[in-house]
């Protein structure tokens, strides 16, 4: 059980939720708090002109609603914005967005009835998840579209994914005795006007982030040992001298890997040996190429960026962020914008950038594998079989080529694109939920690149033999992938090998470079 209330939600928390299927367990005192938050807004509302619990929502605040409609105006917000359209959200990422609000909710300023986050804990708990669209928010007054299907399925409405199919949500409902919520005061409101969406698959972001850049340091060490590359550019002595934490971070973890690999070189025993230096050209390289001998330059700003982004995401996972704010510590209400979602939507769009530049580097490195005349050491495309009659992994560059190029262009910022809208009311805006889908899109698309990369790797390592030299961390992902991805040598459809290794990539961990 993660209980949800009264301490810091971590990603590691998030992550158990998500990937793990932990359960939901609502702590007592934070419950109690969230109580005592609904019956100050009780009392405190009457006789009073409070945005959204008497009054139209955005341009139409102006207009007061009458005692007899208050009730029915939640329920015509939750519908009237139920506007989504685009793919369907998967379910881990409406589950996502569901452990956010409810962590928001959990906080006690929200003036919401504890029937809410009971009822989302049972939802998040039975695996229940909204249907939610990708398209609609803008990610300024929350992201009030995603939210609104959220808010639909609350009332009973709309249609959920359950065990991976779409039902209406009150047979759904019916079938585990859930009683769909009833509006108390501004429960409508609430659920609308906040962040969760942006966060929910930010949160997934970074997870998944932290995976990519593990595999990414993996593989660039692994390719160093194919290469038999110098041991200097990743050493202590040279990257201790450049002040980043993320370069040193991963020179540390590189050093980790390696400590006992028969293939990498100590350049004292080579190219500063006499007995060498008396020829006009050196066969041997004296520094490799930029994508094997600047990975601690390249990938240290991506740590730094994966780093920043959990400290923001998280703050914002843990903070209230609908509006106005039910104040009952402060005996007050306060109208503002916690709902804008400009803090996630800047990390999204730095993220995003970091992992498109991961998946440039792995595209050079594989690249470089590829071709004979680069590495000097393989034969063209890695092919085991006949040269000219057997095309190795010529295909699947393709594959890696595009795939990188659309990162590229996805990489362009939605965080300074914001379009006036709801009659100039949201006149500057974050597009939070745009920037956290396509880092998704940037992010699914980058496992796609490093399976290509691995299986080239793996080939790679067969050609030359050489097994038995690797360090024990690389020689250990060798047998655990050849388990799903045998050596070939003939020709042979590889989109299904592909999908294998990307599902493998996204579900395992062999090192973490991200341990405190």
């Known amino acids: 059980m993660i209980l949800v209330g009264q301490n810091t939600l971590s990603l590691h928390d998030f992550s158990e939720l998500i990937f793990k299927q932990k359960k939901v367990a609502?702590?007592?005192?934070a419950l109690q708090k969230v109580n005592t938050n609904f019956e100050f807004l009780k009392q405190f509302s009457s006789n009073k002109l409070i945005y959204g619990i008497n009054t139209g929502f955005g341009p139409m605040a102006q207009y007061k609603v009458t005692e007899e409609n208050i009730l029915q105006l939640q329920y015509?917000?939750?519908?009237?914005?139920?506007?989504?359209?685009?793919?369907?959200?998967?379910?881990?990422?409406?589950?996502?967005?569901?452990?956010?609000?409810?962590?928001?909710?959990?906080?006690?300023?929200?003036?919401?009835?504890?029937?809410?986050?009971?009822?989302?804990?049972?939802?998040?708990?039975?695996?229940?998840?909204?249907?939610?669209?990708?398209?609609?928010?803008?990610?300024?007054?929350?992201?009030?579209?995603?939210?609104?299907?959220?808010g639909l399925i609350l009332i009973g409405e709309g249609e959920v994914i359950f065990e991976d199919n779409i039902y209406p949500t009150i047979e759904i409902f019916n079938k585990f005795n859930i009683k769909p919520l009833s509006i108390h005061i501004r429960e409508g409101l609430a659920i609308l006007n906040g962040t969760s969406a942006m966060t929910g698959i930010g949160m997934i972001n970074i997870i998944q982030a932290q995976k990519l850049l593990n595999w990414s340091v993996l593989f660039s060490a692994m390719i160093n040992e194919i290469v038999e590359a110098f041991d200097d550019h990743y050493s202590l002595e040279l990257n201790i001298v450049k002040h980043h934490k993320g370069q040193n971070k991963i020179a540390a973890v590189m050093r980790d890997i390696l400590k006992d690999s028969?293939?990498?070189?100590?350049?004292?025993?080579?190219?500063?040996?006499?007995?060498?230096l008396d020829q006009e050209i050196f066969e041997d390289k004296v520094q490799e190429y930029y994508s094997l001998r600047c990975v601690t330059q390249v990938l240290g700003p991506i740590y730094d960026?994966?780093?920043?982004?959990?400290?923001?995401?998280?703050?914002?996972?843990?903070?209230?962020?609908?509006n106005p704010v039910i104040d009952h510590i402060n005996q007050n209400i306060f109208h503002g914008g916690n709902f804008h979602g400009?803090?996630?939507?800047?990390?999204?769009?730095k993220l995003k950038i970091a992992i498109t530049k991961l998946s440039m580097l792995a595209e050079r490195q594989l690249n470089y594998l590829l071709n004979s005349r680069l590495n000097q050491k393989l034969p063209p495309f890695v092919n085991l079989g006949v040269l000219g009659f057997n095309f190795g992994m010529q295909g699947m560059q393709f594959t890696a080529t595009s795939t990188v190029a659309e990162n590229q262009t996805l990489s362009f910022p939605m965080y300074v694109h914001s379009i006036p809208n709801n009659n100039d009311n949201q006149d500057i805006v974050s597009m939070g939920c745009n920037a956290a889908l396509m880092t998704k899109r940037v992010i699914d698309n980058s496992f796609e690149v490093?399976?290509?990369?691995?299986?080239?790797?793996?080939?790679?390592?067969?050609?030359?033999?050489?097994?038995?030299?690797?360090?024990?961390v690389s020689?250990?992902?060798?047998?655990?992938?050849?388990?799903i991805f045998p050596k070939f040598i003939e020709d042979q459809p590889k989109y299904k090998d592909l999908a294998k290794i990307k599902e493998f990539l996204e579900n395992t961990e062999h090192i973490s470079a991200f341990t405190k």
Do not use: W
């Open 342 to 349: 400009d803090y996630v939507s800047l990390e999204m769009d």
């Open 262 to 276: 028969n293939m990498i070189r100590d350049r004292s025993e080579h190219l500063y040996n006499p007995d060498n």
């Open 26 to 29: 609502l702590d007592e005192a």
């Open 475 to 483: 020689k250990s992902l060798y047998d655990e992938v050849r388990q």
């Open 450 to 472: 490093l399976g290509i990369h691995l299986m080239t790797i793996l080939q790679a390592i067969d050609y030359l033999g050489c097994q038995d030299r690797l360090s024990a």
């Open 76 to 150: 015509n917000l939750i519908r009237s914005h139920s506007s989504g359209s685009g793919k369907l959200m998967p379910a881990q990422l409406s589950k996502a967005l569901m452990i956010a609000r409810l962590n928001s909710f959990m906080q006690a300023y929200s003036g919401v009835h504890n029937e809410v986050v009971e009822l989302l804990k049972e939802l998040i708990n039975l695996d229940i998840c909204p249907c939610i669209y990708e398209h609609g928010g803008v990610g300024a007054s929350g992201d009030l579209v995603q939210l609104a299907h959220l």
């Open 305 to 322: 960026t994966i780093e920043q982004a959990e400290n923001v995401v998280v703050n914002e996972l843990n903070s209230v962020n609908d």
